[in-house]
């Protein structure tokens, strides 16, 4: 039985690979290392900080074991500066730099140390909606006035996939679209308004072509049926 859905990962898939991002935290009791398929965990140790991925901070910070650092682009601050450049620049915001973030990590993008305490302030990353709305949901108390930040996460949501959407509408021109700083979970919940133009241009652009392939044969039906009519007036 074919599959319905469209090809790609889901909402909630996103959301899952986004729980493998690493978050930094502040034990508040001593725990044991782990050794994990994806890496070994360090073990905590109150004051100090570590970075976790973000499933085990979200468990431990259940448990009341952990307090989550939010990263700094979470802030409410940040997020009206980012804010800002949606609302000025016709691209989208700057994703964090790589350069930076791969200096000292064996990481590839999207999964980079872009939600850790030391994140770049100024750039929104990959998995920066789905990680903004878990930490709100289960860490509002770590991170400062929340309320604004969920204010501005709800303005930058709708700022970009308004810009999404109006890129989108430009490949009836034949020009292309620039997908630079598009979330992930941005990709994942525009696939089906992108995949039905994408699908509406090639029918209409299908149809224009059989409507060619028509009109030329019908304009040689039409040239071969002219000269049987020439020679036959010669031989009279």
Known sequence: MASSLLPG???????????????????RQRL????LLGGPIPP???PYRASIPLWLALLLKRQRRANIVPPPWLSPSSLESILKLETTLT??????????????STLSPP???????????DALPYHWLEMGEMLL???????PDPDSARRLMRDLR???????????SVLDGGREVKMNGVGGMEIAEGRAFIAGVVDGLRKIGASKELSRKEREAEEREN??????????????
């Open 158 to 168: 709708e700022a970009r996939m308004a810009k999404l959407r109006a890129g989108v």
């Open 32 to 35: 044991e290392g782990l050794e």
């Open 111 to 121: 999964f980079l140390a872009s939600a850790t305490a030391d994140a770049p302030p």
């Open 137 to 143: 949901d289960a860490a509002a108390d770590d991170i």
């Open 44 to 46: 905590l140790q109150p």
């Open 91 to 104: 691209p989208f915001s700057p994703p964090p730099s790589q350069r930076a973030s791969l200096s000292n």
């Open 223 to 236: 040239d071969i049926g002219g000269a049987g009519d020439d020679d036959d007036e010669m031989d009279m």
């Open 9 to 27: 990962l889901t909402p909630p898939e996103v959301a899952f690979l986004c729980e493998m991002e690493l978050v930094t935290v502040v034990p």
